[in-house]
């Protein structure tokens, strides 16, 4: 480069375009959006308590299940005094519902007044197999 380019160069500075700094949204605005909100929320609370309750003509279980349903009969069979496989269950109901047992087991640990506990006990069957057999036993009283 010669020497007036040079100074040419220099002479000529870039020019960055100005940039405004964001607008803050006013604060006023976003109050009343959330007293809205709450407002609405309310409202909804209100209507789903002044709403009747549906009574249920559904008889329960000594379990807790609909009585005539699959859960309440694979239930009956679990409580039977010699229990019952998962295979037994599965061969009579089409599935071993062991969700059942594991549902009944939790509603035991966290209820300590439920009146019921699952045990389970390894026994051998007529083929000589050890197999698992499932109880629902009524739970012991502390004294």
């Not at 010669?2 to 109050?31: D, F, G, H, I, R």
């Not at 007529?126 to 109880?135: D, F, L, M, P, S």
């Amino acid at each position: 480069m010669t020497q007036e380019q040079t100074e040419a160069t220099a002479e000529t500075e870039v020019q960055l375009p100005k940039v405004t700094p964001a607008k803050e949204k006013p604060k006023k605005a976003a109050k009343k959006a959330t007293k809205a909100k709450k407002a609405s929320t309310k409202d909804t609370k209100a209507k789903k308590a002044t709403k009747a309750k549906k009574v249920s003509t559904r008889q329960l279980d000594e379990f807790g299940f609909v009585e005539g349903k699959k859960r309440s009969k694979v239930a009956a069979m679990y409580a039977r005094n010699e229990g019952a496989t998962t295979s037994e269950v599965k061969r009579k109901h089409g599935h071993p519902h062991l969700n059942m047992l594991t549902s009944l087991k939790a509603r035991a640990k966290k209820d300590k007044t439920f009146g019921f506990v699952v045990d389970k006990e390894r026994k051998e069957n007529k083929a000589g197999r050890t197999v698992t057999v499932y109880k629902i036993v009524k739970r012991k009283k502390a004294a």
